[in-house]
């Protein structure tokens, strides 16, 4: 099993898994993962698998502490999110699911920027099945924009390759920076998946509108993949540090103010993927690890938020705010699981987002950004707001709606528990997920300095909402819909288009009709000069020609002679 690439495994469990049913699919869908990850546990760093195509060497398979690290997350993820979709008898979003975590993990271990392609495109394709799964109006609309997006970030992936092919004579996927026009096309590509700013709304457009057990697939591949190639392609390149700050800070403003959870916790995954951004940008061993670090506790405990309104979801048809309320009290265990998200998403000591948001946090002061660390700080203070509070607060407390919805199946339960339990565990033990790091790491997280500033920042926040919902200053839960930089795309392009064309059309009658009255004049000139009945075309006799041809004759030996 080593010697095979491991996404063979979910690509063949794809085709196997169509024509079963019951207890043999959901077995193939849960030891496809298993298997798959424990294989991969005897993979040594190093290993290489390489084929022949067209004159050129392509690498899909290519180990290392950094895509061994993303190989395991993506096993791990792909199996707690089969069990939770466990109870669903789709065979689209099954077959979608295996297609879209197979290609994942081959994107992690592709050692070419040809492979990286080939499994960015798979991954857009499956991914948007899982949207149109839902089957309804919008899920379909924003399904089709989400697929358009995801294909042209993989048609500026390829260009890019081709031109960087040309720039170094080289297709490996490994330090790219930004040197030339094939250099900033990649990271343009990177960046579209990455959701960097004014990049970022086909995330908070596609994602709430996925099924419920779509989402966390959607949580924890494509994005993930994409911070992955930003660390393997751009480490220490300073424009990340500020793209990533500013990704950490303009979500929280929507987030806020945003009625759907789901949507909430989209913006929110932008907001978090600001901190890998910005530690990748840094650099250094301490930054990268944290960036890492923090990709992959935050598959786990956005996860947990995702599957926890994915329950919501189900048991109830309702996701939005103002229709939620009250449901701890039929609903306390996914209630228990979504506090345990939220905990960690928020930085709590001994939850997951503590030990790995401060590796970025302190990499940024150590190497001098005090600005950037400042809004880092702001965003981990909005994010205890609008996902710490806000989340398990208008979903499970706050006023009672009269919704008495059940808990949702066993098996969900169950994959709520295990993202739950390993959130805890490394917030616990953080030095098991440390040693799979790319680097050694010698930072203690449990510094007395660190836990109290920590926990001042919680305390005060925590103060804060309380202030602002008792005066009725926090932004209320409307049914209402919020605009972002979508509308220039979805609405004022449009507009501005159909403006054109009513206000154009006179214009385009006048001068067509100018241009067609201008074209007649010619031709009918042309009749005249040229036409049957015009003197080039008229008929002479034989005498005449010949008078005509000896004047010429003499005109020119007169010339001539002289």
Not at 98 to 119: E, R, T
Not at 389 to 408: L, V
Request: hydrophobic content about 55%.
């Amino acid at each position: 099993m080593t010697t095979i690439p491991p996404f063979i495994w979910f690509f063949l469990g794809a085709l196997a898994i169509i024509p079963l049913r019951g207890w043999a699919r959901n077995a193939v869908l849960l030891l496809i993962p298993a298997l798959g990850g424990m294989g991969l546990l005897g993979v040594a760093e190093g290993t290489v698998w390489q084929l022949t195509l067209m004159d050129y060497t392509l690498t899909p398979l290519r180990v290392d502490k950094l895509s061994l690290l993303f190989g395991y997350l993506f096993h791990l993820a792909a199996f707690i999110a089969f069990v939770f979709a466990l109870h669903v008898r789709d065979t689209v979003q099954h077959v979608a699911g295996l297609f879209y975590a197979g290609s994942a993990i081959g994107a992690a271990f592709a050692g070419d920027l040809i492979s990286l392609f080939i499994f960015w495109e798979i991954m857009a394709f499956s991914s948007a099945f899982l949207i149109f799964a839902r089957r309804t109006e919008r899920a379909r609309a924003a399904g089709l924009r989400y697929l358009i997006i995801q294909v042209l970030s993989g048609v500026l992936l390829l260009a890019g390759a081709l031109v960087y092919l040309q720039e170094t004579g080289s297709l490996a996927f490994d330090y790219i920076g930004l040197t030339g026009i094939g250099g900033w096309l990649i990271f343009i590509a990177f960046g579209i998946k990455c959701a960097f700013p004014l990049l970022h709304n086909w995330l908070t457009d596609a994602y709430p509108e996925a099924t419920p057990t779509g989402t966390v697939f959607l949580t924890a591949f494509t994005t993930k993949v994409a911070v992955y190639a930003l660390a393997r392609g751009f480490p220490g390149t300073e424009l990340l540090v500020y793209i990533g700050v500013t990704m950490t800070c303009f979500p929280i403003f929507y987030a806020v103010i945003e009625n759907d959870l789901r949507r909430v916790l989209s913006y929110s995954m932008i907001n978090q993927i600001g901190f890998m951004v910005c530690g990748i940008g840094i650099g250094t061993q301490l930054a990268i690890n944290g960036a890492v670090a923090h990709a992959f506790n935050d598959v786990l405990f956005k996860g947990l938020l995702m599957m926890s309104m994915g329950a919501v979801l189900y048991r109830t048809g309702r996701i939005n705010g103002s229709d939620l309320g009250g449901l701890y009290k039929t609903m306390p265990i996914t209630a228990g699981f979504c506090m345990v998200g939220a905990a960690s998403i928020s930085a709590f000591p001994l939850f997951s987002g503590f030990v790995s948001k401060s590796l970025v946090m302190v990499a940024t002061l150590e190497e001098g950004y005090h600005w950037v660390w400042l809004g880092l700080l702001f965003a981990s203070a909005g994010v205890f707001h609008h996902a710490g509070i806000k989340i398990p607060y208008f979903a499970f407390f706050g006023h009672d709606s009269g919704i008495r919805a059940s808990e949702p199946p066993l098996n969900m339960l169950i994959a709520m528990g295990m993202a739950a339990t390993i959130c805890i565990f490394i917030g616990v033990y953080p030095f098991a997920l440390y040693d799979l790091l790319p680097y050694p790491v010698t930072y203690f997280p449990f510094d007395g300095t660190h836990v109290i500033a920590q926990l001042q920042i919680l305390f005060f926040s925590a103060l804060a909402f309380v202030w602002l919902q008792k005066n009725s200053l926090y932004p209320p839960e409307l049914r209402s819909v919020n605009l972002d930089v979508e509308w220039l795309y979805r609405g004022a392009t449009p507009r501005a288009i159909h403006a054109l064309v009513r206000w154009g059309g006179p214009v385009d009658s006048g001068i067509r009709g100018f241009v067609h009255r201008q074209a007649m004049r010619l031709v009918g000139l042309c009749h005249r000069v040229y036409g049957p009945r015009s003197a080039v075309a008229g008929t002479y006799s034989s005498g005449l020609m010949v008078l005509w041809v000896a004047a010429l004759l003499g005109v020119y030996l007169i010339f001539y002679l002289k």
